[in-house]
């Protein structure tokens, strides 16, 4: 247990105030471990500064000591990204947490902004961008507990990334700490300005390796009352690509969600789950395409669109069957079988869930690589597609009993052999081992072994002019220069 | 004259061959001075490479040689930062030009992309992707001879910014030669891919000083057939930006086009220009709103959004009177006096433009601000405002007599001096001075003065990080380091 009364945490409790300051092992739990119970680290204190001035103040402390600093939001990541794990001897460092830094600070009609706090949790957001009539179309199971600095440090997907892109594109302006302390503003959140490096897409994604977040102006949306939904059987997953450029032409900006999805997932959802409803006479389809259009004013004739592209499907063969949902309850009928993926994947077995993503015109190719890799290798496995195919982000799925599950001596080291096997099918398309879930400390090793050299090598030169010292969120990300592994590739 | 026998040409002709190279001062005039032929500079030869390998082997050889490089698009820039100037006595340096690499690599009609080399003539790019029935949405005045290398180099703006953000957001991947001939592949254009630090937005309008452009992913769009058109006489300019709010809420997607103009703008139009019809019976507005929408489906009904939305600030009494174009004709009438203001401006004298933005919602203070102290110090001078409201951008214009301009002994310095005036204001609301021109050389004492000191410190860093000799467009976007002029605010 460490020291409560070293004068570095005398320092700590001067600039962020008792109320700021955590020292009890009890209390700091939450935050010494990620929020599946899988890994747990640990840190001096946790700190929870109130304002831009205390994280400034406690980063040029932590600066003069050595410490390292190890950022957290809602710590609702997959990559084991917020688990504090020093790699200093003697530096056990300390947790910076934002959740007291919780205002709104401006909305701006005119110009489609918010200005927020980082610490402000996304559903907080939600709400104040509909209460003028908006949407901040970040959309995500975790939107009760993930702070927006969090999920600017992580660029997180979701599933308005069609539409809208990934948060990086819903970012109008940073305010961020650095390493030593220094604050760069950068909230004017202009609509253009061309004078000189955009430097705010470096901080977006580096998990908190760069610096800390600690302000964003985000743009704002219209909310788009009008919809329509579909149930696409298509005849193969190239029909849903040659469907997709289709749609691009002529309902491209409507997008709302175009989603493929293989009859090997939902036969599970049917097989686990409750209230599904097959609207097709031959049941699931071998390869379902669900769809979802949206508009900002009424008089968009989307049931119109959806309808004439997909009768042409249906012409030239594309297509082999298809429902337009007609009312709100079928369109949740829809949706419904979709969201239950995760819960009928969870009680079949244990699945190996990918996150590759490869342009949507290398989707089927991709799918069939994999399929082969699969097969080959892990012939007791049986595969699923679930593929947010407007973004090229599948979700190929290697799903395992649970009796053979449990016969694995090493259960960690076999899933990262899977996972190695069907990220390299991606490589091989150019694709990305990690679309929305980040690399953290989970897939450091993946990103130095697939990581274009050239790529890789900029990155610690970027990380090494910003952290010098190798203090911020150290081990996250990029392995230190010196230790990186072998390249296969 | 240079020796073109020296070793260095001899090395460069090797590269890129006799029909790359370019050594008589007749045939390198177009390469060493601005379009405008207002500044010119030298160099040792124009080199033009067929291929990224030979720009590499060019970039390789000028590190060697410790010589500067100095791209070259089309030459359509407004700030010089084309013009080839060495800082290094005895090294004259290189300019090199990408006008061979001029092939459409690959269009991808499911990912909505098109691949192409950076010597690509950006009205190539247009013809290219309407052939697919899509678009590429920069549009701009040079579009016949604007390379879309440079245009990526100086993130154009143009027209059509407020629908579809200026060039940065139409770039999808980026191949970079960076200053020591290494080249950087980022062409897979993945939508999603979270792993590390995205360096492509470095490279994005930094002015050619970071690395050399080869190559570039960009993103498509659907056409938009679809249009409405109005002519609004509004009561002020915060008339126009609560209009602009509303707009937002129920057609902000539609946005193709908002402009506010002043009446002290098309008076001179009108005094100047031909064919100019005002459909308003109180002749020209104090303040007009140009306003395009446009979508992909016929169905919308943007003629009837256009008329509600006008109808509601007609009754709040923030329009005075407005006219929606009921024929191709009427539209055309239109967009011809807001695209004659040029004209008229070069025939009435000499006008010092202003490319400052601000957040919309700050464009009615900035505007006043201006005008009070263009009243102060230019009392002489009238002004007019052209704004690209949607964008914040406010070209806001000091309008000098021909008598008076040719009695001034330096008129460089007293545009400079009307600049600095124009943009000390732009700066009170957090604004930039260069929106969509850039900085080039032209505006690098005002960036030295205007950036946050914090940015600025860094953006001289991140250059030293990938340009530690200063040798890439040297002089161009940056002061070198030690020479920063000492700082007004």
Same mark, same amino acid.
């Not at 710590?75 to 001897?89: S, W």
């Given at each position: 247990?460490?020291?409560?009364? !070293?004068?570095?945490?005398?320092?700590?409790?001067?600039?962020?105030?008792?109320?700021?300051?955590?020292?009890?092992?009890?209390?700091?739990?939450?935050?010494?471990?990620?929020?599946?119970?899988? %890994?747990?680290?640990?840190?001096?204190?946790?700190?929870?500064?109130?304002?831009?001035?205390?994280?400034?103040?406690?980063?040029?402390?932590?600066?003069?000591?050595?410490?390292?600093?190890?950022?957290?939001?809602?710590?609702?990541?997959?990559?084991?990204?917020?688990?504090?794990?020093?790699?200093?001897?003697?530096?056990?460092?300390?947790?910076?947490?934002?959740?007291?830094?919780? =205002?709104?600070?401006?909305?701006?009609?005119?110009?489609?902004?918010?200005?927020?706090?980082?610490?402000?949790?996304?559903?907080?957001?939600?709400?104040?961008?509909?209460?003028?009539?908006?949407?901040?179309?970040?959309?995500?199971?975790?939107?009760?507990?993930?702070?927006?600095?969090?999920?600017?440090? !992580?660029?997180?997907?979701?599933?308005?990334?069609?539409?809208?892109?990934?948060?990086?594109?819903?970012?109008?302006?940073?305010?961020?700490?650095?390493?030593?302390? !220094?604050?760069? %503003?950068?909230?004017?959140?202009?609509?253009?300005?061309?004078?000189?490096?955009?430097?705010?897409?470096?901080?977006?994604?580096?998990?908190?390796?760069?610096?800390?977040?600690?302000?964003?102006?985000?743009?704002?949306?219209?909310?788009?009352?009008?919809?329509?939904?579909?149930?696409?059987?298509?005849?193969?997953?190239?029909?849903?690509?040659?469907?997709?450029?289709?749609?691009?032409?002529?309902?491209?900006?409507?997008?709302?969600?175009?989603?493929?999805?293989?009859?090997?997932?939902?036969?599970?959802?049917?097989?686990?789950?409750?209230?599904?409803?097959?609207?097709?006479?031959?049941?699931?389809?071998?390869?379902?395409?669900?769809?979802?259009?949206?508009?900002?004013?009424?008089?968009?004739?989307?049931?119109?669109?959806?309808?004439?592209?997909?009768?042409?499907?249906?012409?030239?063969?594309?297509?082999?069957?298809?429902?337009?949902?007609?009312?709100?309850?079928?369109?949740?009928?829809?949706?419904?079988?979709?969201?239950?993926?995760?819960?009928?994947?969870?009680?079949?077995?244990?699945?190996?869930?990918?996150?590759?993503?490869?342009? !949507?015109?290398?989707?089927?190719?991709?799918?069939?690589?994999?399929?082969?890799?699969?097969?080959?290798?892990?012939?007791?496995?049986?595969?699923?597609?679930?593929?947010?195919?407007?973004?090229?982000?599948?979700?190929?799925?290697?799903?395992?009993?649970?009796?053979?599950?449990?016969?694995?001596?090493?259960?960690?080291?076999?899933?990262?052999?899977?996972?190695?096997?069907?990220?390299?099918?991606?490589? =091989?398309?150019?694709?990305?081992?990690?679309?929305?879930?980040?690399?953290?400390?989970?897939?450091?090793?993946?990103?130095? =072994?697939?990581?274009?050299?050239?790529?890789?090598?900029?990155?610690?030169?970027?990380?090494?002019?910003?952290?010098?010292?190798?203090?911020?969120?150290?081990?996250?990300?990029?392995?230190?220069?010196?230790?990186?592994?072998?390249?296969?590739?």
């Amino acid at each position: 247990m460490p020291d409560t009364d !070293t004068p570095l945490i005398e320092k700590l409790r001067e600039i962020v105030g008792e109320k700021g300051l955590i020292v009890d092992r009890g209390e700091m739990a939450p935050f010494l471990t990620d929020w599946r119970n899988r %890994r747990t680290g640990d840190a001096l204190s946790v700190v929870l500064p109130s304002s831009t001035e205390e994280v400034a103040a406690v980063m040029k402390l932590a600066a003069a000591e050595g410490q390292p600093v190890f950022p957290s939001g809602g710590n609702t990541g997959l990559c084991y990204g917020a688990v504090p794990e020093t790699d200093k001897p003697g530096k056990l460092g300390i947790v910076l947490g934002l959740q007291r830094m919780n =205002r709104i600070r401006e909305i701006d009609r005119a110009a489609n902004l918010m200005t927020v706090d980082a610490g402000v949790v996304l559903a907080n957001i939600h709400t104040a961008a509909a209460e003028i009539g908006r949407q901040f179309p970040l959309y995500l199971g975790s939107e009760g507990s993930a702070q927006i600095g969090g999920l600017i440090s !992580t660029n997180a997907g979701g599933t308005g990334v069609v539409k809208y892109g990934p948060t990086r594109d819903l970012v109008a302006g940073l305010e961020i700490v650095l390493a030593d302390g !220094t604050v760069l %503003r950068d909230l004017a959140a202009l609509a253009k300005d061309n004078t000189g490096y955009l430097l705010r897409h470096l901080f977006i994604g580096a998990e908190g390796t760069l610096g800390i977040i600690t302000g964003a102006a985000l743009h704002l949306h219209p909310e788009m009352p009008n919809r329509a939904h579909a149930w696409v059987s298509v005849a193969s997953p190239q029909s849903a690509v040659d469907l997709l450029a289709a749609f691009q032409d002529r309902a491209g900006p409507y997008i709302e969600a175009f989603e493929l999805v293989s009859a090997s997932q939902f036969d599970l959802v049917v097989k686990h789950c409750e209230r599904i409803r097959i609207p097709f006479e031959g049941g699931i389809p071998a390869w379902s395409l669900m769809i979802e259009l949206s508009s900002v004013d009424s008089s968009t004739d989307l049931n119109g669109i959806l309808e004439a592209l997909l009768e042409s499907g249906l012409e030239n063969g594309g297509i082999l069957d298809a429902v337009v949902a007609n009312s709100e309850q079928q369109a949740q009928d829809i949706w419904h079988v979709r969201h239950s993926v995760s819960e009928a994947n969870k009680k079949e077995g244990v699945g190996v869930v990918h996150d590759v993503a490869v342009r !949507t015109s290398d989707v089927p190719a991709f799918i069939a690589a994999a399929d082969e890799a699969a097969a080959a290798k892990y012939p007791h496995a049986f595969t699923e597609v679930v593929c947010h195919l407007g973004d090229g982000n599948v979700h190929y799925i290697l799903m395992f009993s649970h009796e053979f599950w449990a016969s694995l001596p090493d259960k960690e080291a076999y899933a990262l052999e899977v996972e190695a096997a069907i990220h390299d099918v991606g490589a =091989r398309f150019h694709g990305t081992f990690s679309a929305e879930h980040g690399v953290g400390r989970k897939l450091t090793q993946e990103l130095a =072994r697939l990581c274009n050299p050239v790529r890789y090598g900029l990155m610690q030169q970027v990380k090494a002019l910003f952290d010098p010292d190798n203090r911020m969120n150290p081990g996250v990300l990029l392995t230190p220069a010196g230790t990186t592994p072998p390249r296969h590739n």
